[in-house]
């Protein structure tokens, strides 16, 4: 692309690194950094605490608190921004946050272990195993139970939006047998014989119920639903925070306590809770944590 510098013709390095500045403000950040290899111009305004500054969400420092100061004191915003669009772990490893690469907006995920489980310690009902597949290393297996009940509650100051919070679970078990990955479903039952019930609810008095049957949704993917032995997220429903002051506390829970009958062979892994628009374009595949 022609700067102009060599013929002495006005071209984009000529452009005021000030103007380009104020552009960068109205693109994403992938985009700044594809530009900033244009010319001198757009580097410097690249790199521009300004520009940064307006990508991050603005109680950004409740973030940075989760950190030693000594991991981002002197740091510009650009590098700021970096380093919180990486997971940063708080209460024991067991709930990360994070900024969406695009957006710049907060996303959070919740382990398993940081959850309430009825019977959890008792092995004949549920057991911990590791495995890559979850961002926690860990997720919980639902042997066999009658009485199903999984609750947590996460406080966090999380800015303005609206987010959606949802129960990534899988039917069935996974193993790896010869190198390869397998489903077992050899103790998946109960779930068909009644609905799961999940709730939401927030410390400024939002509430959200919803049912749904587990089985529902092992489809074949050949309509372009998800198919058995995949992990799913279930979507619980949706909250609004108008500010970020108080603390939002958010209180969740997914229910099957209908005694008639036992259920298990599931897994759990975590709890999301992600701006609602962002959820919708992970499902469409343009989606990058």
């Known amino acids: 692309m022609d700067n102009g510098a060599a ?13 380009v500045a104020c552009v960068f403000m109205y693109l994403t950040p992938p985009e700044i950094c594809n530009l900033a290899r244009l010319n001198r111009a757009f580097r410097g305004a690249s790199s521009s605490d300004a520009v940064w500054e307006s990508k991050l969400p603005s109680n950004y420092h409740h973030i940075l608190d989760l950190l030693p100061p000594c991991r981002y004191e002197g740091l510009s915003k650009k590098s700021i921004f970096a380093l919180l669009s990486r997971p ?15 957006s710049g907006r907060i996303c959070m995920s ?12 008792d092995r004949r009902h549920w057991n911990w195993f590791a495995t890559d597949e979850s961002r926690f290393q860990v997720v919980a297996y639902c042997q066999q139970v009658w009485w199903f009940e999984v609750s947590g509650t996460v406080k ?8 959606t919070l949802t129960f990534r679970i899988r039917i069935g078990k996974f193993l790896k047998r010869l190198g390869r990955r397998v489903s077992n479903f050899e103790h998946t039952h109960g779930w068909d014989l009644g609905p799961v019930r999940y709730e939401l609810s927030t410390s400024d008095g939002q509430c959200v119920v919803s049912e749904c049957h ?7 993917d050949a309509k372009g639903t998800i198919k058995r032995g ?4 279930y979507k619980v429903g949706e909250f609004i925070v108008s500010r970020s002051n108080p603390v939002t ?3 969740f829970s997914m ?16 709890v999301s809770i992600i701006p609602s628009n962002l959820r919708r374009r992970r499902r469409t595949g343009s989606f990058r944590k």
């Open 214 to 220: 587990l089985h529902d949704i092992e489809q074949d």
């Open 156 to 163: 966090f100051p999380l800015p303005p939006d609206i987010y």
């Open 88 to 102: 940063l772990s708080f209460d024991d490893d067991n709930k990360e946050v994070w900024l969406d690469r695009i």
């Open 7 to 19: 013929t002495g013709r006005t071209g984009l390095g000529d452009i005021p690194e000030s103007c």
């Open 255 to 270: 229910k099957q306590i209908d005694c008639t009958h036992s259920k298990g062979g599931i897994c759990l892994d975590s």
């Open 230 to 233: 995949c992990w799913i997220e």
């Open 249 to 251: 506390e958010v209180r």
């Open 110 to 121: 919740i382990s398993s272990k940081a959850m309430s489980i009825t019977s959890s310690e």
